[in-house]
Structure formats: structure tokens, C-alpha cells
């Protein structure tokens, strides 16, 4: 599991301009996918061959001036209760104002790791006279950069990665299925993990919110081990409004960076939602095995092809993982449910599939035969062959004559090939453009 580190602070002191730095061209779009293109606040990290997720707390705006200090303080708990490091960023050009007070007073208690970062020192040489004034907030020496410049972001990161708790991968069982279960609040994740169980070992309520930890759960089935990961919901602090999705997408992240495979819960009655694409988004982007269970099945009125219609609003919704496999069911009565363990199989096996190189040319070949790849201003793509690097998710090189011309839309359709042809059903596949002579890295 990457650990996660969060950026909190008050309005307007940089905290994006640290999380772009940071993230660097790791955060560049590469897909219209929900989630990653449009109020992004999470993004993967790497400094020293140590990866971490980056979480930005910022560009919350608040319905009006009276609420500010609650929207500050729903950030720093945030940032309390998912993170493994803190970064407080104050700015050394508006001095210590009383909000960075409040926010210090709530951090020294949190027991978390807390780096307090001065931002906005522009140039080198001695401190400003004002960055001495924020000793005062008890949190320990200022941490002095520039994000806008990058100066002093590098001994930042260093700071960061000395809190990081050891790598204890190697620890977890290889003949274990893990499996974390997503969702939005009281989409029914606790009831679902209970009836798989058979008992009710999760505390299950109607009040959104009520798990907050991931928890979890061993359990033998026909003769396999699992791993449930009850995923932590939001716990319900006065009027949150927009900010709502940000907090359940950001307690989903770290089990989702552990699982296997990735149950997303949707809530029947309510249909797809903005938070339920953010959510599978994310899910899609870290190459995890996915199945869409849509919960409280029971509660809707059938007619004729109603199955039908809620699977073709699935696929509008998340036409970016039409791989993924659905299941309607009930978690309350028991509907379906023990269908998901054959998909939880299913989808981890077509994870950590492999093809063999002979054959997979075939298949792109004989692609290649019936559609023509692109051309551009009289030169045409050339794909002189295809190897498969890794699995988890199933990752191909192409090797090519120029890799500008390998349009998106291609590759899109040599992946509906390479499925039609090995499966691959539940998992995503990630494809590496590389021109002839580099190195796969």
C-alpha cells in the first residue's frame, strides 16, 4: 500500500502549485476518464524510488465567507484521518494569520507526522525575517521553498520519504485474494461484506459514513482465501455540499492501491453518479481487476428489459471500463451475491494473464490487414511488433516507426483485437508506445 501524503492549509498559500510540482508529468491526461480530468486532488508520486499518493486539499470554495473556517477544518481532518505524512503550507509573505492558528492547533493533536512548509520564499540566501514569526505555531522548524520555482522542493521530499513506514509487501500471503470494495457512502459496502461473511462482524447503519477505517476481513471459499476490504465511508460533519465526493473518493484510495480487485458498489435506486465515476476512475487508472455490483436490487420495480437498461446506462457512464463485468444484487437479502466470488476469480486470473509474444503478433497482424494504421502528412504508422512486459494490469509495448502516429483511437481498436481474441474480461490493459531502438523501461 503507497502511503499517502496530503497537502492542507489555508486558501491561496500554494498548495496546488506544490501538488503540480510534486506530481510532475505523472499527472498528465492521457484519457478522457472521469475522475483524472476534472477536479482532480489525488496523483501518483515518486521521488527516490519511493512511491506515494499525492493528495491536494485545496480548491474547495466555500457557499460563503461564514463558512470558511468549517471548510478549513474539513480539510485538515481530511488530511488527519487518510494521511500518513502531513504537509501544512502557510505563506511567508502574508505572515501567521489566525486561520493558520486554528489549523496548527487541530494538527499538533492529530499524532500524524506533520511537516510545516513556509511557502513563497522566492530567493535565495538567509531566511525572511517573516518566516521566524511561524515558529510560533509549535509544529517544529519551517520547511522553506518556492513552489512556483521549485527551490527547496527537493529537501521537502526527502523529509517526506524519512516518515514513510517501511515497505511490508513482502509480508502479505501470495495465495491471498484481496479484494476492497468501493463505493460511495451507504451504497451498502458493510451489508455486502457482512452477508458474504455470514455474520455481522462490520457495523452496518443507514447513516452515511459509519465505517471509518478500511477494515479488514479474512474468509475461505471453496477452498480460496480472500481478503475483504471494507472501504471507509464519510463521516458526516455538518453541510458539506461539493466537497462530499472528495472526501469518500480520498478514504477509497489507499484500498484501492491493496486490493486485487476492486468491487464498486452503485446504489440501485440512485443510479450512476458523479462520485460513483470518480471512484472507478481511480480504480481504472491504477490497472486494478474491477466488477460493478449494483446493490438493493430488491428495492426496484421490474418491468420488461429493466436489467437490460440499468446495463446500458453502466456502459454510458463508464465507457471507460467496458471490460468490467455487472452484477445486480441484493446485499440485504442475499440476492445474487455469492455469484461474486466466480467473478472475483475470473477477473484476478484475466488480471495476471499472459500471451505469449508469437501469438499476440498474430492477432496484431492480422488487425493490421483489415484497418490500415494512421497516417499523417504522408507517413504512415508502422508497428513492427508487440510484446506483453508485465501483468497486473496486462501491459503491452508496441514497437514503432514513430510513435506520434500511434493515435489513441488505433490502439483503442488493436485492444478491442487483442481482447476479442484472449479475453481479458474484468481488468484493464495499458499499452506502451515505444519507437524501434528504445528500451522497454
Known sequence: MKPIVAIVGRPNVGKSTLFNKISGKRIAIVEDTPGITRDRIYADAEWLGREFTLIDTGGIEPDSKDIILSQMRNQANLAIETADVILFMVNVRDGMTAADKDISAMLRKCGKPVILVCNKVDNPGEPPMEAYEFYNLGIGDPVLISASHGMGVGDLLDMIC?????????????????????????????????????????????????????????????????????????????????????????????????????????DASEGVTEQDTKIAGYVHEQGKAAIFAVNKWDLIEKETNTMKNFKDRLLEGFNFMMYAESIFI????????????EMIDLAVSENRKRIS?????????????????????????????????????????????????????????????????????????????????????
Do not use: W
Open 162 to 266: 524519512d516518515y514513510f513506514p517501511e515497505d511490508d509487501a513482502a509480508d502479505e500471503d501470495d495465495d491471498v485474494t484481496y479484494v476492497a470494495i468501493v463505493g460511495k457512502p451507504n451504497a451498502g459496502k458493510s451489508s455486502l461484506v457482512n452477508r458474504l461473511l455470514g455474520e455481522d462482524r462490520v457495523i452496518v447503519s443507514d447513516i452515511a459514513g459509519t465505517t471509518r477505517d478500511a477494515i479488514d476481513s479474512r474468509l475461505e471459499k471453496n477452498g480460496k482465501k480472500y481478503v475483504l476490504i471494507d472501504t471507509a465511508g464519510m463521516r458526516k460533519r455538518g453541510k458539506i455540499d461539493e466537497s462530499v465526493e472528495r472526501y469518500s473518493v480520498v478514504r477509497a484510495l489507499g484500498s484501492i492501491d491493496r486490493a486485487d480487485v476492486c468491487i464498486i458498489m452503485l
Open 357 to 441: 509474444t508469437g501469438l499476440l503478433n498474430d492477432v496484431i497482424n492480422d488487425a493490421i490487414a483489415i484497418v490500415q494504421p494512421p497516417s499523417d502528412k504522408g507517413k504512415r504508422l508502422k508497428i513492427y511488433y508487440g510484446t506483453q512486459a508485465s501483468v497486473k494490469p496486462p501491459t503491452f509495448v508496441l514497437f514503432v516507426n514513430n510513435a506520434e502516429l500511434a493515435h489513441y483511437s488505433y490502439v483503442r481498436y488493436l485492444e478491442n483485437k487483442i481482447r476479442d481474441a484472449f479475453g481479458f474480461r474484468g481488468t484493464p490493459i495499458k499499452f506502451i508506445i515505444r519507437e524501434k531502438g528504445e528500451k522497454i523501461q
Open 330 to 341: 441484493s446485499a440485504k437479502t442475499g440476492q445474487r451475491v455469492d455469484g461474486l466470488f
